[in-house]
């Protein structure tokens, strides 16, 4: 029963938020989809070589990274 009356109360608490902050997921999605972002990250080297330039840094040779 009181694992009823918390799930109940959550339920509330979230619409209540979604309501105060006006979430809208049309405007979510379409903020994901910036092509000027993708073009902007490509120019980036990738997480391992970021990884790899600071291990060189410190003189840190024995650990290896893999690309998952």
């Known amino acids: 029963m009181q694992f009823l009356i918390i799930f ?4 509330l608490l979230l619409a209540i938020l979604a309501f105060a902050f006006g979430v809208n997921i049309k405007k979510l999605k379409e903020m994901t989809n910036v092509e000027n972002l993708d073009v902007i990250a490509k120019k980036y080297p990738d997480n391992i070589e970021i990884c790899k330039e600071y291990l060189k840094k410190l003189n840190n040779n024995s650990v290896r990274t893999k690309y998952v």
């Open 8 to 11: 109940i109360i959550c339920l």
